[in-house]
Structure formats: C-alpha cells, structure tokens
C-alpha cells in the first residue's frame, strides 16, 4: 500500500539527504560563531576570508542543485545554465550599485560610475527601482525566470530535446555573453558591475555582513534542497522521470511533456538566479564572464562528479570541484583546466554515476535518480 | 463527406475514411478505410510495409494524414489534436518495443498511468486515494504481476514488460485500446495467456491488436482487417482470410 507520507518523512528520506541538512545547519550556526566569538589565534577560528570562501561553494552548490533538478530528474542537459546564475547576479549587483550613491569616483549620487564614464546623462528606464531592496529580491527570481519561461517554451513545444537543446542553450548563454559585454547595453560592459559598499545599510566587507552572507547561504542551500525533493518525490516528479526515461511514452499516457518540463526548467532557472544573488555580493563582482559558455559546462561537471540525480550529490560535488578549483589555481595555476577534464574523464570511466551513485556508504535505500 | 457513411459512423468507436499519408513520395497508407464498432475486438495483419504502424500513429496523434478523416467514438475528429489530448479522450496505445518507465517500480508505473488529472500543478500536489489504490490492485491481478508490484520495471522479462503496459493501458481506462504485436518475443505460454488477457479485456474496451503471429490471431477468434501498400485488402474471419485468393498472394502464401 501507499505509505502515508508527511513533509519530514520526504526530505529525510535518504541518509544522504540527512547528512546535508544536518552539516548546513552546523555550518550556519558554527562558522560564523566561530569567526565572529573566537579569538584569531585559536585552534578553531575560522578567518573571514574563508568564511567568504565557504558562502562561495554554498552558493555554487545551490546552482548545481538547480542543474541536477532539470539534468537528473527530467533529462534536460542545460549548458546555459550559467546565463540564468549571471542574471540573478546581474540583479543583486544593480542594487549594490544604486547603495554606493555618491561614494563613486565621480561623487555622481544619480548614477553609477561608468555611466557617468559614458557620458550618459540619465538613469535607463530599466535601472529604476533597484535602489529598493524589495524590487531587487523579485527581479533576482523573475528575470531568469521570464528568461526560462519564454526559452523553454519555444524549445520545449517544438520539441527541441537531447543534444539539439544543449547546443541551444550554450547559443542563449553565448548571445547573452556578448550582448553584456556591450558598454551601451548599460551593465558596465566588460567590467560588470563592482566597487560594492553597503547591503542594506551594512558595510560589505565587514566581518559581521560576511557572517551574514555565508548562514543565508546555507540556509539557501538548505531551502533549495528541500524544495527540490519534495518536487521531486511528487507524482510531478515521478512524471519528471518518466519523461525523461521514455518521453512519447509518457505523452501517450496523456501527460503534456512540455508543460512538465517548462515548470521545472523555470524553478531551476530561478534558484539558479537566487544563487547568482548570494555569489555576487561575497565575491564583490559581477561581469559577463559569468556568461562564457565554459562556465555552464563547469556547472555541469560538478553534478556528473558529485551523482546526478540525488541533489545532495549535486552539491557535494560544487564544493568538493571548487575546492580543488581554488587548491590548484594557487598550488598550480596552469593545471587547473587540465585537472578538471581529467576530473571529468575519470569520472565518466571510473564513476558513471558518481561519487554517491559510486560509494556504498550513500547506497541506503533506493536510488530514484539512477537506472540500475 | 460521405452521406452514406453517416448512420453507421454512430456506433463505431473508431472510423477511418479516405486517409493518406506520405512519407517522401512513399504512400504510406493510401486512401485507407475501416471501422470498428464499439466493444470490438479486431486483429490487423498485413506483411511489412503495410501501413500498419503508421495507421496507429495517424490514430494517435503522432502523425498527421495528409487527407481523410479519423473519427473517434462517432463525433470526434482526431487529425488536429495532439498525443497527449488524444491519450486523455481515451485511446491507449501499446507499442510495438515494450515500453515501461525502466527506473520505476511496477505499482508506479501503473500509478503514473492512472486515469485522472493530468495538469502540472495538480500532480504536484497528487495522493493516492484507497479507490485508486484498489484499481492499481484489480490491475495488478488482471496482468499476473501482483507478486512483482515494489520491482523495478527494468527487472522485469520481456513478456511480464508487455502486460504491465497493457495494465498502464488499462490504468487509463480507455475506451480504445490500440495495441501493437503483443506477443512479440514471449513464449508459446505466454502468447496463450495474452490472447486469454486480451479476449477479457476487449467488451468493456475496444481493442484494435496489429499482430504477425496467426496462432495467435486465431487464440482471438475475432474479425481480421488485412492491410496491404496501405490499404485494406480484405476483412472478414481468419479462416475466410486463409482462403482468400488476393490475401495468400499478397502476404499469406509467401
């Protein structure tokens, strides 16, 4: 019979899934206690500089949660998935922007400095309202979303699916790419949008708005992985996984496979952009780099290494990829790309599933995500 | 439109008139024509190439005729409408390769087949009700896979992955069941049980069966359409078929 099934029930369900949520909410609370409350000689002091570091990876893992939402559960391989990350990012660090006022070089309180760079006289339409605060935290979800919404319709009703959809999306993330680097798109050009002040009144590089940043994006994660598996434990995302094993199957029983796919194509897309808000104001930068077609296939890697199609592997794998990632560019700078094809070839041969798919340590209970 | 068809087309469930396809050149199927009547049960045979396959694809949306009418349950015109919409009006179809969701056990599979709503939201928020579940159960019990309801469906054998799309199909509660060589790859025992399952199910349904095994054919007992380049050829008893001069030329006698 049907067991019953409540809200805890679902989200610990898998030991995996247990082990997360139980290390994020530590982390939230420990970290920044521990970087705020300790002594700087201690034994367990964690510097500032890696508390920023670590809220870094957490809003990495948050965007490799949202690639393996649509890749693991429904068979939508997104290369693009960087464009909606930028978005999001976009969006915080035009708020952060319209907080410097008149501490720019220029002493403008109307506009930002490279605008004033540009000649520009005038505010675009399109800045005004991301001085709120509020305008900004919607924008941060709905642009990427509209952005997956309207791309994903296309794409989705006319069928466009496997490879054929990968090579669109890096297209999207490349047409974005180039159209960001453009001074007179109003975004800073190749530059982007830095020299970040204040969040809500708190001085950014302050210890305590650092602190801040890392819990919430713990607590992001957190979030993100529970709303992630309750969709996917639904009948929502048993059709996911239906559509994604045997898609004019899953048509002929009735379901519309593009209405399926384009809701969750717009949740990923919009905790893709929830991420992008955490990174930008820890890194102090945001720039059409985030647009390159490379960093999407990054995203990718991450998930293949950590096991596609359990979430907590996701995550697992942004933060074990990116702390190599930082290793290897300060032990080796010239290695690092050579490291992370090899990374990736070695888990393709070595473990098809990857990490949690792999050890048998995450192998309690069964494993939706994976055929056997 | 065909005035003379009319007072029959009432009580078919399925009609097909006048319906061409071409694929590059290729007629497919060419000025095709035959009816159903509801409860039936209907064998289709033809040799390779007939048109069978794409007959069922014109039926269920996956292909659209270049002319003709396919009518369904006497009133509804099934050329304009797509897979998913045709599935929800109640037309099942079983493929030819077995098709079950592999990564997913057998009672879910039957589940996900379950007739009801099928709108993104609604399944979000789905439970199962114990009506529900007992159907799943009658199901279970009607394909012979009650025992191997918490296995994956990719464990399952050939044969067993056959009849538990034929439960997805009956999940659905459709009034047309098309299915496609049921008995492809499965066992002389096998083959018998299948015919038995099909016999029971067709009355309640219609059920259209495309099949090439004549042992099988004849375990229906029912009327046989023969296709041929796309057209039919001849429609009556199988023994009637057997002997039919034009049936043997064309695909029986070689």
């Not at chain 1, 050579?338 to 473990?351: E, M, P, R, V, Y």
């Not at chain 2, 003379?4 to 061409?20: E, K, M, N």
């Not at chain 2, 009816?35 to 949306?61: H, Q, S, W």
Request: hydrophobic share 50%; glycine share 10%; charged share 15%.
């Amino acid at each position: 019979m049907a067991p019953k099934r409540n809200f805890l029930s679902i989200v610990l369900a898998e030991t995996g899934g247990r082990v997360l949520l139980g290390l994020l909410l530590a982390a939230a609370i420990l970290v920044p206690a521990s970087n705020l409350l300790l002594p700087e000689g201690s034994f367990l002091h964690v510097p500032t500089y890696i508390v920023t570091l670590m809220g870094k990876y957490l809003a990495f893992a948050l965007l490799a949660l949202s690639v393996d939402l649509i890749w693991g559960y429904a068979g939508i391989l997104s290369l693009g998935h960087g464009a909606f990350f930028a978005l999001g990012g976009y969006a915080m660090g035009m708020y952060l922007m319209r907080q410097i006022g008149d501490r720019g070089v220029y002493g403008n309180a109307e506009l930002p400095d490279f605008m004033v760079f540009l000649n520009w006289t005038e505010l675009p339409w399109y800045w005004h309202g991301f001085d709120a605060f509020p305008f900004a935290l919607v924008m941060v979800v709905a642009v990427p979303g509209a952005l997956a919404l309207v791309f994903g319709w296309f794409a989705f009703r006319s069928r466009v699916t496997g490879v054929y959809l990968s090579i669109i999306t890096q297209a999207m993330t490349y047409a974005l790419l180039l159209a960001f680097f453009r001074n007179d798109m109003g975004f800073g050009g190749n530059n982007g949008l830095t020299d970040f002040k204040e969040i809500l009144g708190f001085n950014i590089q302050a210890q305590n708005t650092r602190a801040v940043l890392f819990s919430l994006s713990a607590l992001a994660v957190a979030g993100g992985y529970i709303m992630c598996k309750l969709i996917v434990s639904s009948r929502l995302g048993r059709v996911l996984i239906a559509i994604r094993d045997a898609e004019s199957r899953t048509r002929f029983l009735g379901y519309r496979a593009e209405y399926y796919k384009l809701f969750v194509f717009v949740v990923s897309a919009m905790l893709a952009g929830i991420a992008g808000a955490l990174y930008v104001p820890q890194v102090g930068i945001i720039n059409p780099s985030e647009f390159a077609p490379a960093v999407s296939i990054e995203i990718v890697i991450w998930v293949a290494i950590g096991g596609r199609g359990s979430l907590y592997g996701a995550v697992l794998g942004a933060i074990l990829v990116n702390y190599a990632k930082t290793y290897l560019t300060g032990a080796m700078p010239d290695a690092w790309l050579f490291a992370l094809g090899a990374l990736f070839i070695a888990s393709t041969i070595f473990l098809p599933k990857g990490i949690v798919g792999t050890l048998p340590a995450f192998g309690t209970g069964k494993r939706r995500g994976q055929k056997s | 439109m065909n005035l003379h068809a009319s007072p029959s087309r009432r009580d078919t469930i399925l009609y097909l008139d006048g319906v061409s396809v071409s694929f590059d050149g290729f007629k497919a199927l060419n000025n095709l024509s035959f009816y159903v009547e509801v409860g039936e049960l209907r064998a289709i045979i033809g040799p390779n190439g007939a048109g069978k396959t794409t007959m069922m694809d014109v039926v269920t949306g996956k292909t659209r005729p270049d002319s003709g009418d396919v009518i369904f349950n006497g009133g509804t015109d099934l050329t304009k409408l797509d897979e998913a919409h045709i599935a929800n009006l109640g037309i099942g179809r079983k493929f030819q390769k077995p098709t079950v969701f592999e990564s997913q056990s057998v009672f879910e599979n039957l589940e996900l087949a379950l007739a009801g709503n099928r709108r993104v939201f609604q399944s979000l928020f789905f439970t199962l009700t114990s009506v529900q579940a007992q159907r799943i159960d009658e199901v279970l019990e009607t394909i012979r896979l009650t025992g191997d309801r918490a296995k994956q469906a990719g464990d399952l054998s050939h044969g067993q992955k056959q009849w538990l799309e034929i439960g997805m199909l009956l999940m659905q509660e459709p009034d047309l069941l098309l299915v496609d060589e049921p008995a492809a790859g499965m066992t002389d025992a096998e083959t018998m049980q299948t015919a038995e399952m099909l016999k029971r199910i067709a009355g309640d349904h219609s059920v259209i069966v495309v099949e090439h095994d004549m042992s099988f054919i004849r375990a229906l007992g029912c009327r046989v359409t023969v296709l041929n380049e796309g057209s039919v050829l001849a429609e009556g008893s199988l023994d009637a078929m057997q002997a039919d001069e034009r049936v043997i030329e064309s695909y029986l006698g070689r």
